[in-house]
Nanobody, 124 residues
Framework: QVQLVQSGGGLVHTGDSLTLSCAGS????????MGWFRQAPGKEREVVAA????????YYADSVKGRFTISRDHQQNTVYLQMDSLKPEDTASYYC?????????????????WGQGTQVTVSS
């Protein structure tokens, strides 16, 4: 069974850091572009970050640029989202996916695979 399993997240204070992990199983995702979405109650889903298959290219939403870092480890078949200087407006459910939109074809293959989601809550 092909799946993405997320870990990390939780309740933190403004300015704290968190790392989200997304481990793939049932398939090697090393040829796939990977990304992270988030969705807060009452708000539209937002692409937070994306990374090409080889890690050479990354994308960040303006809202997280300079604070979040996406990375991947092919040996672990895992993608990470390091979140620093967290703000209350970062509070949302975060999802990893192999189908981030609007990434160039050379960033890697895509598939409709999503993690189960993890809650990040930042208190002021």
């Amino acid at each position: 069974q092909v799946q993405l399993v997320q870990s990390g997240g939780g309740l933190v204070h403004t300015g704290d850091s968190l790392t989200l992990s997304c481990a793939g199983s049932g398939r090697t995702f090393s040829s796939y572009v990977m990304g992270w979405f988030r969705q807060a109650p009452g708000k539209e889903r937002e692409v937070v970050a994306a990374i090409s298959w080889n890690g050479a290219n990354t994308y960040y939403a303006d809202s997280v640029k300079g604070r979040f870092t996406i990375s991947r480890d092919h040996q672990q078949n895992t993608v990470y989202l390091q979140m620093d200087s967290l703000k209350p407006e970062d509070t949302a459910s975060y999802y990893c996916t192999t189908d981030p939109p609007n990434t160039p074809p050379h960033w890697g293959m895509k598939s409709a695979c999503w993690g189960q989601g993890t809650q990040v809550t930042v208190s002021s």
